[in-house]
């Protein structure tokens, strides 16, 4: 038989093959290295094409007021945006930049109110020391709370 592989060879090539990836270390998911969002930190402005998407989607239902597909506003929306000459796109890339320095402002007072607090994150670690104090005095007593039956 060239080539072919019987059943048993097959299992048996399996479990070579799970054993290895068994041993092979457990991978973190990207979720888990992530840090997690700060709801109060400034949304990211919009560039200019989602500043144009914006006008473009109003005009766009008042012209097709039976089109429910949003892939074909936003493939009608990029369609025009490249055929625009950069005079056109002008007043778009003014609001974005416009939206960006407050973004900048924003972010830069989120930034100096986070550095300024920091007292929130001791008082909390503090409580969690004081917890832990008292329980190892209990357990220094000697005295066993669990067979208080």
Same mark, same amino acid.
């Given at each position: 038989?060239?080539?072919?592989?019987?059943?048993?060879?097959?299992?048996?090539?399996?479990?070579?093959?799970?054993?290895?990836?068994?041993?092979a270390p457990k991978k973190v998911s990207k979720a888990a290295k992530k840090a997690a969002k700060d709801p109060n930190k400034p949304k990211r402005p919009a560039s200019a094409f989602f500043v144009f998407m914006e006008d473009f989607r109003k005009q766009f239902k008042e012209q097709n007021p039976n089109n429910k597909s949003v892939a074909a506003v936003g493939k009608a929306g990029?369609?025009?945006w490249k055929s625009m000459s950069e005079a056109e796109k002008a007043p778009y890339v003014a609001k974005a930049e416009k939206r960006k320095t407050q973004y900048d402002k924003d972010l830069k007072a989120y930034e100096k109110k986070q550095n300024d607090s920091p007292a929130a994150d001791e008082e909390s670690d503090k409580s969690k020391s004081?917890?832990?104090? $008292? =329980? /190892?005095? +209990?357990?220094?007593?000697? $005295? =066993? /709370?669990? +067979?208080d039956d």
């Open positions: 038989m060239k080539g072919g592989k019987s059943k048993a060879d097959s299992k048996a090539a399996d479990a070579r093959l799970s054993v290895k990836n068994k041993a990029g369609e025009k004081e917890v832990h104090d $008292e =329980d /190892d005095d +209990d357990d220094e007593s000697g $005295e =066993d /709370d669990e +067979d």
